[in-house]
């Protein structure tokens, strides 16, 4: 780990309080509405759209607003695997599962941080959601591809067809556009007005025009939201100060799979406000991106969906290191460690074990040889010889790992042994590297499950004032489990513009 | 672990916006001050009364508010143990240490969530604190025993003559009555009162002739602190509801060391006129606490300066479970999970093991007998049939750790064999139980070295406020170590009030 942090706070304290901005703390007051709407959606990821479809879908006028150039957030970039316990995908493939052995899964993974009464509420609707997904929105996920991301103790995420969190988003985009509304691009917000007296939000300040990331592009706009503003802005991964001040491990050498705008502003806008929010600290890295590729790229498919599952990892001692499906905190600390004593991470898979990855991204694997992201090898003693791994080691690791897969039994790390893996003894071999990049914020404002925004003075509802996704904290705890993000956003997300609907 | 929580957020959810209590957003204004002086501390512990005595040798006029009927906060129960790497008293024993090693120490175990510079500023002041307790103060510490709380490498801790943290409030109450300043007792601070203008901090209103915790007692009065507010409000760990908001986990059924006034108002005021906060999640578990005593009681003295640095600790299966060494987590974590398998931990120690601590706590034992928390045995064999532990095993794991001890190793365990330690073969035999209590805020206001509270929206400092102590966060990270508590409070006490008597 980087131990050559940079001074967090020497920047600031060299500014001293003739450096502070009054303007950042006073709340616009006294101006006119420049438009009126009734609701208010801040944020066009996936929960961002789901809220606004069921406020439009319940009557009210919507206005969505995003800061970037184009749609989607982060959302439009994530990897497209949704827990959908209960699904057909599960039944086609024989896996027994439940809604409490979800929440107990979430539960666990999250160290019992996560407000149990969400939890349950989000994994109780992990069918109804997945059904949702196809039947309304009309999103198209691959019909035979189940998967298990690292902290479930069964499969259960099902792939959209097109590999990606945009093949739901664009689904959300025309559903919307057919309800009439289109997010606002480069529209930042800088303000959320929360009436001194009342205590009530009332609107936003928003700069219409802006120019990510200056602070100062773009017209001041003024937009009254009648019956409430919904908070759906997702993470602050990109935001290496304000991550920092919450981890101070988490450097600027560290990359991020998220979107450039992945920035903290409306996380310091609602604690200036007054909201509560908890367990902002808890950022989650990611074990598995590969270092060739900037930001999240794609060659984490196959250290997921190929190596985790059906292949194994290694370190370049030639040894496992971890169990290759625990939580993502265990498995990102667990190569974090590794790579403090010099070693890198290997994931690897044979031929006869892509099979399910092979149906559930169709035409990946190839992509990722030509980029030369994942590389093919015709024996195990290449990838050895490639990075540098003590044959023989690799080799005894290998061997003691294909009895286990054989034993259907992991007695030193304890994984979970899919009933389709094989040993890995004939190739084609494939191997790539690993490494942590900063993820997701599993922290955020405080919500109950009708998505209202809790007041830190009073732990009572902001009045006007909703939020669902990554923005809210409580759902995930320690560690969100892999797959689970896009059930969050969308099931809360719906709830928060049926909440903000509804609202006098 | 009590799993039975209750709904955290039931209560609020049915309270429902009309619930909102409007005036705890709206800052009080325009109303005029009732009196004005330079400087403001709120708390009366270690940090506050520190942040006192600086402030008014700086010849700043100053007011010391405490909202219970005593001053002292939690400090004048606290074990009155102080971190002091280069005392006397390390020498006497020849232990070497640094305060590399102490930094060092408290980066490890908090998991380098801590800031490095604060770490650092503060391992490097330990001797200079211990000596400005003694020196200036005239505080007297025992000058025989040192001890060593879990986490450090080496013994570093030196213990108060009177077995308490009253042993240094006390002095510091006395110089500072002679500076002339006594702590307001009674006077409750229900608002921190910032400009939105300039987003200064300019004074506070408090309830004088305040009885706790009826929230509406008392005459409310505007205090003017013309140069800072220095925030010293200690931590949260009595308020249930908060706790649970941050770590659903500690019920009400967990009691807690501190004292009933350690609850989070002022950590919600600040949050609501902007302060940056992190990392309020962390909160501290004492491994050591005796279920048969209140609150922090004194059965923790012989589980810890006893048994942990001279005996062993062992769960009613009869086997050790933990380095009775390592961090309060480490070991609250671990007594927990015994305890969730239906089992108690018991901590041992023989009496040719006790010489340390009857040195460092004279009389305490015989206290601890007479009062029933600590029992007397003749024999292991005893303890086993007291407990109901299986006599063989204990028998076996007594034996197993005589052989670490004459090695000087715990190949089991890792745990540090005090030079002074002996096999644990000859009687009198001494046994208690301990179970976690809720001890330690960990995070709270982010400050830099000069103790200025950061601004939310901007990360600057907040004109005019400034905090130590309990109520800051980046010191300790995931885990304070115990004996570091007094260092921070001091140390950074005295930084804050010299900072708020030169403010302009």
Chains 1, 2 share one sequence.
Not at 194 to 219: C, D, I, L, M, Q
Not at 233 to 257: E, H, I
Not at 259 to 274: D, M, N, Y
Not at 453 to 469: E, F
């Amino acid at each position: 780990m980087d131990m050559n942090r940079r001074s967090l706070l020497k920047g600031t304290a060299a500014l001293g309080a003739a450096g502070f901005a009054a303007a950042a703390h006073a709340a616009p007051k006294g101006k006119a509405w420049d438009e009126t709407v009734d609701v208010v959606v801040i944020g066009s990821g996936f929960a961002g759209l789901a809220a606004a479809i069921e406020a439009k879908q319940a009557g009210a006028s919507v206005a969505v607003l995003e800061k970037m150039p184009t749609p989607g957030g982060n959302s439009i970039i994530n990897g497209g695997i949704l827990t959908a316990t209960g699904c057909p995908q599960q039944k086609k493939h024989g896996i027994k599962d439940s809604f409490d052995l979800l929440a107990n899964d979430m539960l666990v993974a999250g160290l019992h941080l996560n407000y149990p009464e969400k939890v349950k509420y989000l994994a109780q609707h992990a069918l109804s959601n997945y059904e949702w997904c196809v039947k309304t929105l009309g999103v198209e996920f691959n019909p035979d591809a189940i998967g298990q991301e690292g902290g479930h103790s069964v499969p259960r995420y099902v792939f959209t067809k097109n590999g990606s969190g945009s093949g739901i988003v664009s689904k959300e985009l025309e559903y919307l556009a057919k309800l009439g509304v289109k997010p606002r691009t480069r529209t930042y917000v800088q303000h959320i007005i929360r009436n001194p007296e009342t205590g009530r939000v009332e609107g936003v300040e928003v700069r219409t025009g802006y120019r990510f990331p200056k602070a100062e592009s773009g017209k001041v706009v003024r937009i009254r939201a009648k019956k409430g503003v919904v908070l759906c802005y997702g993470g602050f991964s990109r935001d290496v100060q304000f991550r920092m001040l919450q981890d101070p491990k988490l450097v600027a050498t560290l990359d991020s799979t998220n979107q450039p705008g992945a920035t903290s502003e409306l996380w310091r806008e609602t604690s200036r406000i007054g909201c509560l929010q908890v367990q902002d600290d808890w950022i989650q890295c990611t074990p598995w991106n590969n270092p060739k590729e900037k930001g999240m790229g794609l060659g984490w498919t196959f250290s997921q969906s190929g190596a985790a599952e059906y292949g194994l990892w290694v370190s370049t001692s030639g040894k496992r290191f971890v169990n290759e499906l625990a939580n993502r905190k265990i498995r990102a600390d667990a190569i974090m460690n590794e790579q403090s004593k010099g070693l890198r991470a290997v994931a690897i898979c044979t031929e006869p074990n892509m099979k399910a990855y092979r149906v559930a991204r169709p035409g990946m694997i190839d992509k990722l040889l030509a980029s030369g992201v994942v590389k093919k090898y015709d024996s195990l003693e290449a990838i050895a010889a490639d990075f540098k791994i003590p044959a023989d080691t690799l080799k005894a690791t290998v061997a003691k790992f294909n009895d286990d897969v054989k034993a259907k039994k992991d007695p030193e790390f304890g994984r979970y042994i899919n009933n389709e893996q094989v040993p890995l003894t004939s190739g084609p071999w494939y191997a790539a590297e690993m490494s942590p990049k900063v993820h997701h914020c599993m922290g955020g404002l405080v919500t109950d499950t009708a998505c209202r925004v809790m007041d830190v003075a009073t732990t009572k509802p902001v009045p006007g004032l909703y939020a669902a996704g990554e923005a809210t904290g409580g759902v995930h705890g320690a560690v969100r489990l892999g797959s689970c993000a896009i059930l969050d956003c969308l099931v809360y997300g719906r709830i928060a513009g049926q909440s903000a609907a509804k609202a006098a």
